[in-house]
């Protein structure tokens, strides 16, 4: 019996050696490696997502401050941006299954010694360290491969491979939550291992590069940072994925500590924030590339998500907290799902997708690292109250937002300046001729 040939391809890494063409926007193949997306982003940002209810159960157990027990979650979230620069240039240089292979062998890996760890230090390192190393190993070549798949609804094809993160959000803490009262927390753990082994075997046989690979060319490209627009999108997504986790790590703790939920009802809040951004992602995409573009729509998300932020300080009940879910859900899944586009707007020679979206996520990193244990500073320093942080994640975002209005009118202008030139240089040819 043959087996597929995608089967085949994934097991003997093949390479392209010529160059396929325009990008093929759809087709068998470019939606494998959607569904391929889709799962890395189940097992990367859904993972880490989830890291609400073991904030809750580590600070319960170990009693320690929330700001410390923060920094593993935030050392995962920073590894997984950060060692984007190198994972990202490795998949454009030919290696994004090799990539693929290593990071969630790495995720696997830690999720099982995370099950093992009793101390702050043991869980620190097998969670935040090992996991968050395969994750950034894991995520970046998704979005090299898929965005060389796609040119016209590229803006969708992103933001529905985005909305894995929504499912995995759902499928992880529920595994933890559900199980933990029965069979312990260690075992919990480890079937959540087994879940994510599940994943990572089907990610491995479905992710095929397009391109050939970019042999030459630095890691780093730090001649986009010549360009306007590339710049004040970065310091833009830096102010509002400063604030972005604050809610995945601290929404049980705000639950069970302000609103009076216990911990099992808590941990519901935390999949309706994830799961109403499902299919809110692949729609904007949809919108995005048809109608209104990634940056415009990127903008508006942003400061919805601003508006949700500040809207917080005045949840004190259950029923409102359940509304207020559903809308930050809404705006947060909206902005996550939009941002790859933004990028993918403003790269456009596809071969360096992976290239300059690393460095862009190398960035996030400094602001995904400082930004749960800023929040968790914050609430310490206000005695377990949460307005001077909501007030911080709120203001950040709607900033990072006006930057982002920023980088959509260079982006503008520099398309009106290049116009300009192109008819120039027509009329002064015809004059010539």
């Not at 759809?26 to 890291?51: D, K, V």
């Not at 990202?88 to 290593?102: F, K, V």
Request: charged residues 10%; hydrophobic residues 50%.
């Amino acid at each position: 019996m043959r087996l597929p040939s995608f089967i085949l391809d994934a097991v003997s890494f093949r390479k392209i050696e010529e160059d396929p063409g325009p990008p093929p926007d759809g087709g068998t193949r470019a939606w494998l490696q959607i569904l391929a997306g889709h799962l890395i982003n189940a097992l990367t940002w859904g993972y880490s997502a989830s890291y609400g209810v073991y904030q809750l159960h580590y600070t319960t157990t170990l009693k320690l401050p929330q700001s410390q027990i923060a920094w593993i979650g935030s050392i995962q979230i920073f590894l997984t941006f950060f060692v984007g620069t190198f994972s990202g240039r490795s998949a454009d240089a030919g290696y994004a299954q090799h990539t693929a292979l290593l990071g969630s062998s790495l995720l696997v890996f830690g999720t099982f010694m995370t099950s093992l760890a009793t101390t702050y230090w043991q869980i620190f390192l097998a969670q935040g360290l090992c996991t968050g190393l395969g994750m950034g190993l894991l995520y970046m070549p998704a979005v090299a491969v898929i965005g060389t798949y796609f040119a016209k609804n590229k803006a969708m094809a992103l933001a529905t491979s985005a909305s894995g993160s929504g499912i995995g959000s759902i499928i992880f803490p529920l595994i933890v939550q559900l199980l933990e009262p029965k069979i312990g927390f260690p075992r919990a753990v480890q079937i959540q291992g087994c879940v994510a082994l599940a994943l990572a075997i089907v990610i491995n046989l479905l992710l095929h590069p397009r391109l050939p690979p970019r042999k030459s060319g630095p890691i780093v490209e730090w001649s986009a940072f010549l360009e306007p627009a590339y710049t004040l999108f970065t310091i833009g997504t830096f102010l509002i994925f400063w604030a972005l986790y604050f809610c995945f790590f601290f929404i049980n703790t705000y639950a069970t500590t302000i609103i009076g939920l216990s911990d099992e009802s808590a941990v519901y809040l935390l999949i309706v924030v994830s799961s109403v951004g499902i299919p809110i992602r692949p729609l904007l995409g949809f919108a995005a590339d048809r109608y209104f573009g990634a940056l415009p729509t990127l903008i508006v998300s942003s400061f919805a998500l601003g508006v949700m932020l500040y809207a917080w300080i005045g949840i004190h009940s259950v029923p409102s907290m359940y509304i207020w879910s559903v809308l930050y859900g809404l705006a947060t899944g909206a902005t996550q799902g939009v941002f790859v586009g933004g990028l993918a707007s403003l790269t456009t020679d596809p071969s360096k997708m992976g290239t300059r979206f690393g460095m862009v996520c190398s960035v996030l990193a400094f602001a995904t690292l400082a930004g749960p244990p800023t929040a968790g500073a914050l609430i310490q320093a206000e005695d377990g109250k949460f307005t001077w942080a909501e007030i911080w994640a709120g203001t950040v975002t709607i900033v990072g937002g006006l930057f982002i209005v920023g980088a959509k009118w260079m982006q503008r202008l520099a398309f009106r300046r290049s116009q300009a030139h192109e008819m120039q240089t027509s009329a002064s040819q015809g004059f010539t001729v």
